[in-house]
């Protein structure tokens, strides 16, 4: 074939990310880069901050003014169609008021929230003002929200509810996710990676009730980026044209698999194997 006879493939579906940047690549935009490519989609990034950190937790972050957020979102949307906006890390009150005008000039974009609030070990990411801020501003726009219960109860409370210590404590996570449907959100997906169970459960709701609830084998150790893996894979699945509750299911499957796959890259956390389905030497298991 000569290079007259070539015809360039459809592009694939794109999905905008604004999240902070992570230099050991286990979470943040470049977990979702990881994530988004392996899922078949194009990823799009707008920086909201640059952290200092590795596999073992956050020591500093260097939020970026918000109208250099703004120069960035607006610049690409004015170039690239997008399927689907994902939210991570946004740094600052400022930068979620700027993100939440411009996500609102896109209405019949599906966006679906990762909240955020801390690293794995614990680093506050979030202060009180900004979890109001998203209550407020972009609650109300969002598809589909993926807290933790840990951060459910932040969420729904105003004064910080939810802690290490609180991780065991008893949580009528029906009632506080339709806390979080009532601020204007469609879906929310309440994880239980922070459970003492024997099985993570995940349960997923909707504005008229409770649509499914995943269970899955626990797995031994600690993972980098497993919020932002999920988050990121839901949003492929739907750029990719599959209802939300499919995608959900499809992201689950493939954040778990990723997890399985997960590798020591450092001394911290696990880092969840985006591509493990490239790999030939991944050991047989499996999920309910």
């Known amino acids: 074939m000569s ?35 392996s899922m078949g989609c194009h990823p799009l990034t707008v920086l909201t901050a640059l952290t200092v950190q590795d596999t073992t937790g956050v020591d500093d972050m ?3 003014d918000a109208d250099w957020i ?8 004015e170039d690239v169609p997008v399927a689907v906006f994902k939210l991570g890390v946004l740094g600052s009150v400022e930068a979620i008021a700027a993100i939440a005008e411009i996500v609102s000039d ?13 690293s794995g070990r614990g680093d506050e990411l979030a202060n009180e003002d900004m979890i109001a801020a998203l209550r407020e501003l972009i609650i109300p726009q969002t598809t589909l929200i993926t807290p933790n219960t840990l951060e459910l109860l932040r ?5 910080d509810a939810a802690d290490e210590d609180d991780a065991d404590a008893p949580v009528d ?27 993570v459960i ?36 739907i750029a990719q044209g599959l209802e939300l509750p499919d995608a959900v299911r499809e992201a689950q499957e493939y954040t778990w698999q990723a997890l399985r796959a997960g590798y020591r890259l450092g001394m911290g956390q696990f880092i969840p194997d985006r591509m493990f389905w490239a790999r030939d030497d991944i050991p047989g298991g499996s999920a309910s």
């Open 62 to 64: 260097l939020v970026f």
């Open 106 to 118: 896109y209405p019949e974009i599906p966006l679906i929230l990762d909240p955020v609030l801390s």
């Open 70 to 77: 703004v120069d960035q979102a607006r610049c690409i949307l």
């Open 173 to 199: 996570m029906d009632d506080s996710a339709g806390r979080l449907l009532e601020l204007g959100c469609e879906y929310v997906l309440v994880t239980g990676t922070h459970r003492a169970t024997p099985k």
């Open 202 to 237: 995940n349960t997923l709701y909707h504005r008229d009730g409770k649509v499914r609830e995943d269970a899955w084998d626990r797995l031994p150790g600690s993972y980098h980026g497993s919020g932002c893996t999920l988050a990121s894979a839901i949003a492929a699945g």
């Open 155 to 159: 969420l729904v409370h105003d004064e």
């Open 3 to 37: 290079l007259s006879d070539h015809r360039p493939l459809p592009a694939p579906p794109a999905v905008l990310v604004f999240a902070a940047s992570d230099p050991s690549s286990g979470a943040g935009v470049q977990a979702d880069l990881l994530t988004l490519a």
